[in-house]
């Protein structure tokens, strides 16, 4: 079912309750760009192993539920969600991501979207998170609790943009094989707290402009052996608080 609806950017309803989806196994941008279908019923849908970028560009969509997908077996979620700028709200607590192995851009210009639960995401296998919130301008809440990443490696722009965002812990991170961390809080403007205590940065890092237009009343926790690591990544911040 790969692009089979992409592009119908004039389609306002669509009926799929009487599709049987148990063979299917490929969803790949299957409403991409379907920017006026302000709802999906997607009930009867199953099993599914390929999910890029399915709702990308899906502008006008208000409210999702996928509650009945079995992603068992899918390893790419990038763009699922990507420029679904009038959610506010995505129920995922019901995806299992043992086989995930990209969520790269998954939230990215999500506008509207204020929260996010992914505490019971599994993210063991997962070395691609860059931009996953980009531009998750009205976000003020992301639950990551549970993220444990031992394969990480990109992580340019994750939380890049995200304004609204006050405190972000990411303690239980991983980044012992992470290369690229550019831009990482890129305009995060409102954020106070930062917990990285867990955080080993390898001297072949990328950081460039990790923090730049954040919040001169950031407080953050890292490693004491850090504290004057890259000074080019913190040059655009002054830290009330202690590295």
Known sequence: MSYMYSGCESLKEINLTNFNTNGVTNM???????????????????????????????????????????????????????????????????FNTHQVQYLSFMFSNCLSLEKIDLSNFNTQNVFDMKGMFYNCSLLKYANLGNFINSQLINIDFMFGKCKSLKEINLSNFNTNNVTNMNYLFFGCSSLIELNLSSFNINDDVEMTGMFSFCSRNLKMKMRKEYTNLKDEAFKDISFNGEL
């Not at 409210?63 to 979620?77: A, E, G, P």
């Open 28 to 94: 790949e941008n299957m409403f991409n760009r379907c920017s006026s279908l302000k709802e999906i019923n997607l009930s009867n849908f199953k099993i599914v192993t390929n999910m890029i970028g399915m709702f990308s560009c899906c502008s006008s969509l208000e409210k999702l539920d996928i509650s009945s997908f079995n992603t068992l077996n899918v390893n790419d979620m990038s763009n699922m969600f990507s420029e679904c700028s009038l959610l506010k709200e995505i129920d995922l607590s019901h």
